[in-house]
């Protein structure tokens, strides 16, 4: 492309836009998971491209920074219809908890863990891709205009934060995550039609019947991802009673999104 209206990838464009690229570059990417899986890959595309433009200026900016810039190209540039949360998460990286202000302000607490709690927790999650891919916007657009109806559920789903955070801090019992993420994934899954499928409704059955306490379908739903909360005796025999969905172990980042070669003599 000679020009910046020329670059068909909305995120780069738009991008390349808002940090007045003019010099000629190549922007090679790849990823190991496809797009529209709920595991938020356009946010992290979004946060990782910030973070390497602010670079070749040669500037550092906070996680915090990072995370908010990415979120507004997305939401207020590209008008998508879409939370902050996946941007904050993969630029923070960890475990944290969220407050997202009406003021658009946002306030991050990182969960504080021993390495072993980690572990025991990553040792128990189970993600299983579904086969099946979807349009976030267009569930979130139907999400949206249900939550004046819906707002009792919306504070029942966020009742379980604090819970949870304890639970991973170490003053918890760790079988209380997997019903916690079931009755969690009960509620979400009833403010607006498209969050589940007859597909994952069997699938997500299934699991629980072969030993699975919990799980979810990650991002906003109908399809991509389904994380499972199962015990190490029982793994095995969710994994045959779900094949032949793909099997995948769920690891946490330790820093989120991070320039791993920088050479500045390089940069004109």
């Excluded at 630029?91 to 658009?104: P, R, V």
């Excluded at 979130?140 to 966020?158: K, N, V």
């Excluded at 607006?192 to 299934?206: F, Q, W």
Aim: aromatic content about 8%.
């Amino acid at each position: 492309c000679r020009e910046i209206d020329e670059i068909q990838h909305p995120i780069v464009r738009e991008a390349f836009r808002m940090f007045e690229v003019e010099s000629p570059m190549e922007l090679t990417t790849f990823s190991d998971i496809p797009a529209g899986t709920g595991l938020g890959s356009s946010s992290t595309f979004a946060v990782g491209l910030v973070n390497a433009l602010h670079a070749l200026r040669r500037q550092r900016v906070t996680k915090h920074t990072m995370a908010s810039e990415a979120a507004h190209l997305e939401i207020d540039i590209l008008g998508r219809v879409m939370g902050k949360q996946d941007h904050f998460a993969a630029s923070y990286g960890k475990l944290n908890t969220y407050s997202f202000n009406q003021d658009e302000t946002v306030e991050v607490e990182p969960v504080f863990f021993e390495s072993a709690r980690l572990e025991m927790l990553e040792d128990r999650l189970l993600l299983f891709y579904t086969g099946q891919q979807r349009n976030a916007s267009e569930i979130l657009e139907t999400q949206d205009s249900a939550t004046s109806d819906t707002i009792e559920l919306l504070s029942r789903m966020q009742e379980f934060v604090q819970p949870m955070a304890d639970i991973l801090s170490g003053s918890g019992d760790m079988s209380s995550i997997g019903p916690m993420l079931n009755e969690s994934w009960m509620l979400k899954r009833s403010i607006a039609a498209g969050v589940s499928s007859a597909l994952i409704d069997d699938n997500y059955e299934r699991a629980i019947r072969a030993g699975a306490t919990g799980g979810k379908i990650l991002g906003a739903g109908g399809g991509g991802f389904l994380l499972l909360y199962v015990e190490p005796e029982h793994q095995q025999s969710v994994i045959d009673e779900l094949a032949p969905l793909q099997s995948l172990r769920a690891r946490f980042s330790t820093g989120g999104s991070r320039i791993t070669y920088y050479e500045p003599s390089r940069l004109s």
